[in-house]
C-alpha cells in the first residue's frame, strides 16, 4: 500500500509544474463554488425571509372575477375560442362580510399563530408640493402583531401610536425620503380614491429592506381607514401567521374551502421570484460544473502523459510483480491527492473570499437594499465542494489508469 502512495506522489514531484496548474484549477473551482453559491443562497434566503416576514403567511381575500372569456367557455364549452368586447366587470364590494367570525375561528387552530383583518387601496400622499402614489393598509397593531413582525421593521417602534392617535401614519423609509420627510410629526395629507383628503401626522417609519414595499407602504389605524375610505366595519384582506410556512400550501386549500374566500400561500405570491431563483442556481452550478470540467480535463491530460512518458517505469513494474489494480491505484491516487489539496487550497481561497466580502460595507440596492453582500456562511458548501473536487478528480484520472495498466510490458521492451 504504502509503496503504491510513494510512486504515486514520486510522479506527481517529477511534473511539478503540471500538477500545481492541476491542483490551482481544482482550488479555483472549489473556491468559486463556495463564494457563489454562498453569496446566490444568502441573497434569496434573505429575500424569502423578508417576504415570509413582511406579508401574510396565508392571505385570504374577495377575488376579482374579470376573465369574460371563463363565462363564455363555461356556456359553450372549454374548446370555446372567445374574444368579447365591451366587458363590464361585477359590480360587487370587495370586502369579507364575516371576517370577525373567520379571525374568532382560526385564531384557536394549532396550526395558526394569529390572524390580523386589513383594509387596503391605493392613496396619495402629499408633502407640500411632493405627492407620491402609496398602498395604504389600515392594521389593528394588537392583531396585526400577532400575525406578522411589522415591529420588526418599524424604525423607533412606535407601531402602537396608531392606536392612541388614529390621526397617525407609518410611511415606508423610501416613499418618506422621495416625499422628503426625514423625521417623524411631520404632517402629511393622504388622498383616497373616493377623493376624501385627510391630514395626518407621521408617527414612525417602515424599513424592510425590500425597496417595492418601502417605496410605497402606507400604514394607518383600520378605523380611520374605513372612516376615510367610507366603509364601515369592512375590510377586505386577512393575513395569518402559521407556525411551520412550509404547510401554507396545505393549510390556504383548506381554508379556501371552509370559507369560500379565495386563499393565497406565501409560495404562491412568490412564485415568480421562486422560479427565477431556481433559475439562478442552475445558472451557478452550470458555471461551476463547467470550471470543474476543465480541471478534471487538465488532471486528465497529466495523467495521460505520464502513462505516456513512463511506460517503460511501468512495464518494469509489472515485470517485477504489480498487478493491474496496483498500475491502477498508483496513478487514481495522483488524482486523488490533486483533488485533496485542490480542495483545502480552494476552501482556505473561498473561506478567505468570503470574510473579504462580508467586510465590505456598500449600499446594495435594487430588489432588496442592505449594507454590504449579503452571505450564506453554511459548511454545507465546504462539504459539496468536498465531494464535487474528489469526484471530478478521481473520474479524471481512472481511464488513463486503466490505459496504463492494460500496458504490455513485453511489448514495450521489445519496442525498446
Do not use: C
Not at 8 to 31: C, D, H, N, P, Y
Not at 33 to 41: K, Y
Not at 115 to 136: C, D, F, M, N, W
Not at 165 to 173: F, P, Q, Y
Request: aromatic share 12%.
Amino acid at each position: 500500500m504504502y509503496h503504491v502512495i510513494f510512486l504515486s506522489i514520486k510522479l506527481m514531484f517529477e511534473r511539478k509544474r503540471q500538477t500545481f496548474v492541476s491542483i490551482m484549477g481544482v482550488s479555483i473551482g472549489v473556491a468559486a463554488f463556495i463564494v457563489m453559491a454562498s453569496l446566490m443562497n444568502g441573497f434569496q434566503k434573505y429575500f424569502i425571509e423578508q417576504a415570509i416576514d413582511l406579508n401574510a403567511h396565508i392571505t385570504l381575500k374577495v377575488k376579482p372575477d374579470n376573465n369574460p372569456q371563463e363565462i363564455v367557455k363555461l356556456f359553450f364549452g372549454k374548446d370555446t375560442i372567445a374574444k368579447v368586447y365591451g366587458y363590464k366587470p361585477k359590480e360587487e364590494k370587495d370586502k369579507i362580510t364575516d371576517y370577525k367570525h373567520i379571525i374568532e375561528k382560526y385564531s384557536s387552530d394549532s396550526n395558526i399563530l394569529g390572524v390580523a383583518p386589513h383594509l387596503t387601496s391605493q392613496v396619495i400622499v402629499r408633502y407640500g408640493t411632493i405627492e407620491k402614489a402609496g398602498s395604504l393598509i389600515g392594521i389593528d397593531p394588537i392583531l396585526e402583531r400577532k400575525a406578522s413582525v411589522i415591529d420588526k421593521f418599524i424604525t423607533n417602534k412606535r407601531s402602537d401610536d396608531l392606536l392612541s392617535d388614529r390621526n397617525g401614519v407609518i410611511l415606508g423609509k423610501l416613499l418618506a425620503k422621495d416625499l422628503g420627510v426625514n423625521e417623524i410629526r411631520k404632517k402629511v395629507i393622504l388622498t383616497t380614491p373616493n377623493g376624501n383628503r385627510q391630514i395626518f401626522k407621521v408617527v414612525d417609519f417602515f424599513e424592510s429592506g425590500i425597496t417595492s414595499l418601502d417605496q410605497t407602504r402606507v400604514y394607518i389605524n383600520l378605523r380611520t381607514a374605513q372612516a376615510i375610505l367610507e366603509k364601515p366595519n369592512e375590510v377586505n384582506e386577512l393575513i395569518f401567521k402559521i407556525k411551520d410556512v412550509n404547510m401554507a400550501e396545505r393549510l390556504a386549500k383548506k381554508i379556501h374551502i371552509e370559507t369560500g374566500y379565495y386563499t393565497e400561500s406565501w409560495q404562491y405570491a412568490y412564485k415568480n421570484f421562486l422560479q427565477l431563483f431556481k433559475i439562478q442556481n442552475y445558472i451557478t452550478y452550470m458555471i461551476v460544473f463547467a470550471i470543474l470540467v476543465v480541471s478534471a480535463f487538465g488532471i486528465f491530460n497529466i495523467i495521460m502523459m505520464t502513462v505516456m512518458e513512463k511506460k517503460k517505469d511501468i512495464a518494469i513494474l509489472k515485470a517485477v510483480g504489480y498487478e493491474e489494480k496496483d498500475i491502477i491505484k498508483i496513478f487514481v491516487y495522483q488524482g486523488f491527492i490533486v483533488g485533496l489539496f485542490g480542495y483545502f487550497i480552494g476552501s482556505v481561497l473561498g473561506y478567505s473570499i468570503q470574510e473579504w466580502l462580508s467586510s465590505i460595507k456598500i449600499e446594495v440596492e435594487g430588489l432588496v437594499r442592505a449594507k454590504g453582500f449579503i452571505l450564506d456562511r453554511s459548511v454545507v458548501y465546504f462539504i459539496y465542494g468536498f465531494f464535487f473536487s474528489l469526484t471530478f478528480s478521481v473520474l479524471a484520472s481512472f481511464y488513463p489508469s486503466y490505459k496504463a495498466s492494460k500496458l504490455n510490458p513485453v511489448d514495450i521492451f521489445r519496442s525498446g
